[in-house]
Antibody, heavy 122, light 111 residues
Framework: QLQLQESGPGLVKPSETLSLTCTVS??????????WGWIRQPPGKGLEWIGS???????YYNPSLKSRVTISVDTSKNQFSLKLSSVTAADTAVYYC??????????????WGQGTLVTVSS | QSVLTQPPSVSGAPGLRVTISCTGR?????????VHWYQQLPGTAPKLLIY???NRPSGVPDRFSGSKSGTSASLAITGLQAEDEADYYC???????????FGGGTKLAVL
């Protein structure tokens, strides 16, 4: 069974860069035609898609975050990562990594990490 | 303001049926992009409930069903149970944004 696990600092200072990694187990990022995505949820609010990366490396980003987001994949470690620059308090959220049910689409997210809370505060 | 519009809350008595609507536009649901539904229990990650408009992943009870027509989609839950109290989100893809989009979420209360 595919499992995803987010890791990274739980506290980031304003104006700095938030960096998270999602480690995949039970399957290989490089071996199938899937997108791998990041989604976040501010406390008490709804879900917001951040972006997705295809196993080959091509990316889709949320237009509202595109100027600050970089998603990359490291197939040797079976991980993919999120970097969000110039963070503010508005970036405080639970961050999830996820993979869709079906290949070749970033939608229909079936496998989710447990989520990690990142707080932006000095 | 979410690209997909859902009612903030719905409620129903145990055993009855409720529906949750998801209204989009011509660049997402109306453009034939699939709609997916998620259930999120408090403090947990979302769970895929319906994918590709009406399909249920393995393990999801057939009390949950999805439909789509035009620029809207719906999630129906029959035989309401207390454990169905959760937040529900619809999701699709928007071609004008080239982005995955979510609805704002609907809180279901089982009375």
């Amino acid at each position: 069974q595919l499992q995803l696990q987010e890791s990274g600092p739980g506290l980031v200072k304003p104006s700095e860069t938030l960096s998270l990694t999602c480690t995949v187990s039970g399957g290989f990022i490089s071996s199938s035609s899937y997108y791998w995505g990041w989604i976040r949820q501010p406390p008490g609010k709804g879900l917001e898609w951040i972006g997705s990366i295809y196993y080959s490396g091509s990316t889709y980003y949320n237009p509202s975050l595109k100027s600050r987001v970089t998603i990359s994949v490291d197939t040797s470690k079976n991980q993919f990562s999120l970097k969000l620059s110039s963070v503010t308090a508005a970036d405080t959220a639970v961050y999830y990594c996820a993979r869709p049910h079906s290949p070749r689409t970033p939608s229909g997210l079936n496998f989710w990490g447990q989520g990690t809370l990142v707080t932006v505060s000095s | 303001q979410s690209v997909l519009t859902q009612p903030p809350s719905v409620s129903g008595a145990p055993g009855l049926r409720v529906t949750i609507s998801c209204t989009g536009r011509s660049s997402n649901i109306g453009a034939a992009y699939d709609v997916h539904w998620y259930q999120q229990l408090p403090g947990t990650a979302p769970k895929l409930l319906i994918y590709d408009n009406f399909n249920r992943p393995s393990g999801v009870p057939d009390r949950f069903s999805g439909s789509k027509s035009g620029t809207s989609a719906s999630l129906a839950i029959t035989g309401l149970q207390a454990e169905d109290e959760a937040d529900y989100y619809c999701q699709s893809f928007d071609s004008s944004l080239s982005a995955v989009v979510f609805g704002g979420g609907t809180k279901l209360a089982v009375l």
